[in-house]
């Protein structure tokens, strides 16, 4: 007998029960329920309640020559190494480990080395970058008093009688905004003020740069907020490369043979990648976790608490693989162990973060009774309906496009963290179906990697197994989202939810307690971060900041207002999403299948899961499973036209009220036609260049090669027209202000460009950055002219904020 298709069990429509907790929390938020405009304008996150933020991170790279690089001197220096070179020549050890190290560093010679610091003469800081040092080093910036940091000798050197800053490149950009401040007398207030203001924003918790959002943007009245934080977020980029090319020349980095850059990169580089398979995990930190100048008083506890995310995630990498054995994927001995060092943390993605107005002010006054217990049962509730939107997300508007060889196909390889993130059954499911993506049979079997590296490429080379392509290696690669206990869930809208479950995990071996929970979407809590909102963490690489992230930002925003029309009209509550980990794993299953690009997925026919169901009705050409008795097959593009759908018919108002009609057509072209719309799409292009019209006609080493080249060169380029195109906009706008609001504005513009005016300025050092030959006295000027942009923004940001 066949089992019946989803659509024929689903319920009518109907009220699901009135939630005590939800109308009491409606009311509180005063939540009008006349007229749907007055209801929809008195919702949290919409008519101009939202603010919205980034925090983006960066791949760094230094070039040079293994004598002038600080990443091959310490690795040549350290104790490490010098005892791999004396254990191989007494023949205690094998020589191949030594004999890897030294192929690395003769093959790095004169090219790029990722995530090197950088060394320079301490005389060449001015007063103003050697006081902000001299801070940044204390063991607790809070105190004037206190101690330098135990470890401040690795950030001072004295080589030839001479001393030596040695730093990571991430805190080289504050530096070097300390330095350029500093550089002059006399600066306008706006800009001095201003700049010293944006130097606590480069947070530099990890081992790439991190740079987040000088200031938060607000939505308008009836508008989106994605068009003001892509322009936000190109402005800090754009100070971002002026910091590192003043850097070159002010601090000698260009004379002593390391040129740095910095650009948007979403996976660890295979350089980087290669190193780690030559060392241990503890030398592994040392060269690359960051030792946190920059953004905590106290910087030390937070580089031991990022050593301590990266010895977790070596660990959880390790018993991933016994999770798969469980399974039933692994079914034999024969495992290809994973190295102890795990990489996943040089992964660089974007965080948005959308706060509301209203639930902020509501949680900082404690007579308005919204409580910390209010926010986490509303924004628990809200994440578990916005989780099964993500589909629409992952690989539309970022990506991450890689290639996987036929070698690489171990499932204790390529299937990451899933195994902590899935249960076994929806494991199982997306292990088969990716098998069959990869096309990886021989005579209708199927065919897995031996391990020697030489026989599986003979039989790749034989059989044609080319191995696959991922529109989004990033989300596979890196722990985006810890799966609940069945004795702890995460998001059942109590306070204690959290705590449970970090113990739990803690005693499975998964994650440490000390650590926050990673989620794909994360509630901000008013207690930790100062506002009310979310943060969405599955954001890889935008091909274009304006249109992908602004578009992205946009859908966010509706997404979430659509959540709070869910739940504030009780058509949606905690129990019709029941948290149990195979409900969690079965949402998030279709989120994976899109970052990996596998076309179905399969649910229960009769899940538990109401709201699922409710998408599912949307749904077209599902089947019962032959495969799979009691569950339905369900294309993953019908899925996310199916959320188009219910977006269109749900949330009109919505769409209507933030004016985002526009942005809709736009999301559907992308699901439509994705290799000429997406993000994944046209970052694929981009990689290929002329040389091939598809991934798979390039081999997997060629192709991400050259996706790492992409990203250093035509990409960073785009990106830097697009903030030279950004600034220009903003320099009117600030023209104005200047002539009507604040001459302040106007007379700093005067003070650093003289009569030039600033727009055939900008074209003329927009020009000189393309061709990689700006001039130091121009640099500082579009560094000051950028300040001043950014001072504007958070004076009127601060004056939002004492008005409300």
């Avoid at 790279?61 to 190494?81: F, K, P």
């Avoid at 993605?349 to 007579?367: E, F, I, N, R």
């Amino acid at each position: 007998m066949t089992a019946p298709a989803i659509q024929d069990i689903l319920p009518c429509p109907g009220d699901p029960g009135a939630d005590k907790d939800q109308d009491r929390i409606a009311r509180i938020l005063g939540v009008v329920h006349g007229s749907a405009d007055r209801f929809i304008r008195s919702l949290p996150f919409c008519h101009g309640d939202a603010t919205a933020g980034a925090e983006n991170e960066f791949q760094a790279v230094v070039q040079g020559r293994r004598q002038d690089v600080d990443l091959a001197r310490t690795l040549e220096a350290s104790n490490y190494y010098q005892n791999l070179v004396l254990q191989a020549k007494s023949g205690e050890s094998s020589q191949k480990r030594i004999q890897a190290l030294e192929s690395f560093l003769r093959d790095k010679d004169g090219r790029t080395w990722e995530n090197s610091w950088v060394r320079f003469p301490r005389q060449a800081l001015n007063a103003s970058a050697n006081a902000v040092f001299n801070r940044d080093l204390k063991a607790d910036k809070s105190n004037p008093a206190s101690p330098y940091r135990a470890d401040a000798g690795d950030f001072v050197r004295e080589e030839n009688g001479e001393p030596l800053v040695r730093i990571p490149v991430s805190y080289l950009l504050k530096l070097t905004l300390a330095q350029v401040l500093g550089d002059e007398t006399g600066l306008p207030l706006h800009i001095r003020a201003g700049g010293e203001k944006m130097m606590a924003h480069f947070s530099n918790d990890n081992s790439s740069p991190e740079l987040f959002s000088f200031y938060p943007v607000t939505s308008g009245a009836a508008a989106g907020v994605g068009d003001r934080l892509a322009g936000e977020t190109l402005i800090r980029f754009l100070l971002t490369q002026a910091l590192v090319a003043y850097a070159q020349d002010r601090f000698g980095l260009s004379e002593t043979g390391q040129q740095v850059k910095v650009f948007f990169s979403p996976t660890p580089p295979t350089g980087q990648k290669r190193l780690n398979d030559c060392i241990s995990d503890a030398f592994y930190r040392e060269l690359f976790m960051s030792p946190c100048l920059s953004g905590w008083d106290l910087g030390e506890k937070k580089k031991d608490y990022m050593n301590l995310c990266h010895q977790v995630m070596s660990r959880s990498q390790i018993n991933a693989v016994s999770r798969l054995r469980e399974a039933g994927i692994i079914t034999s001995n024969l495992v290809v162990l994973p190295n102890i060092s795990n990489i996943s943390l040089a992964n660089n993605g974007t965080h948005v973060s959308l706060g509301s107005v209203k639930l902020s002010a509501m949680l900082a006054d404690p007579a308005s009774g919204f409580g910390a217990g209010d926010e986490k049962y509303l924004g628990d509730l809200s994440i578990k309906i916005g989780e099964h939107f993500l589909p629409l997300m992952a690989t539309t508007y970022s990506g991450a496009p890689h290639r996987l060889e036929f070698e690489d196909f171990h499932p204790e390889r390529v299937l990451g963290f899933l195994p902590h993130e899935l249960d076994d059954t929806h494991l199982r499911m997306i292990w088969r179906r990716w098998k069959k993506k990869a096309d990886l049979n021989v005579m209708g079997q199927p065919l897995t990697p031996f391990g020697p590296v030489w026989l599986d490429r003979l039989i790749a080379g034989v059989f044609g197994l080319k191995g696959d392509f991922i529109p989004d290696a990033r989300l596979i690669d890196y722990f985006t989202s810890v799966m609940s206990t069945f004795n702890s869930p995460a998001l059942d809208g109590s306070l204690a939810s959290e705590a449970s479950l970090e113990k739990d995990l803690t005693e499975m071996g998964v994650f440490d307690h000390r650590m926050s929970l990673y989620q794909l979407i994360r509630l901000r809590k008013f207690k930790a971060m100062g506002y009310s909102g979310f943060e969405h963490r599955y954001f890889s690489v935008f091909e274009n900041i304006r249109q992908d992230m602004g578009g992205a930002a946009d859908l966010q925003l509706l997404i979430t207002a659509l959540t709070q029309k869910y739940i504030h009209s009780n058509t949606v509550d905690h129990a019709m999403i029941p948290d149990t980990p195979a409900t969690e794993s079965e949402r998030r299953q279709i989120f994976f299948c899109t970052a990996i690009g596998i076309p179905t997925f399969f649910v229960k026919t009769r899940t538990p899961n109401q709201f699922l169901k409710r998408i599912l009705k949307q749904a077209r050409k599902t089947r019962a499973s032959r495969r799979y008795p009691g569950f339905t097959r369900v294309l993953v593009k019908e899925y996310q036209q199916a959320l188009i759908r219910l977006i269109r018919a749900d949330g009109s108002d919505l769409i209507e009220a933030f004016k985002l009609g526009a942005a809709v057509d736009d999301l559907e072209k992308r699901i439509a036609s994705p290799m000429a719309y997406s993000a994944w799409g046209r970052l694929t292009k981009g990689i290929l260049g002329d040389e091939a019209t598809f991934p798979m006609a390039m081999t997997g080493r060629r192709f991400n090669a050259r996706a790492e080249q992409f990203y250093g060169n035509s990409l960073r380029q785009s990106h830097i027209r697009q903030g030279f195109a950004q600034l220009e906009k903003a320099m009117e706008e600030m023209d104005l202000w200047g002539r009507y609001r604040d001459r302040g504005y106007g007379n700093a513009v005067r003070a650093i460009l003289g009569e030039q005016d600033p727009f055939s300025f900008l074209k003329s050092v927009g020009q000189a950055f393309m061709d990689d030959d700006v001039a130091k006295g121009p640099l500082k000027k579009l560094i000051y002219l950028i300040i001043l942009v950014v001072s504007r923004e958070m004076q009127l940001w601060d004056s939002t904020r004492t008005q409300v």
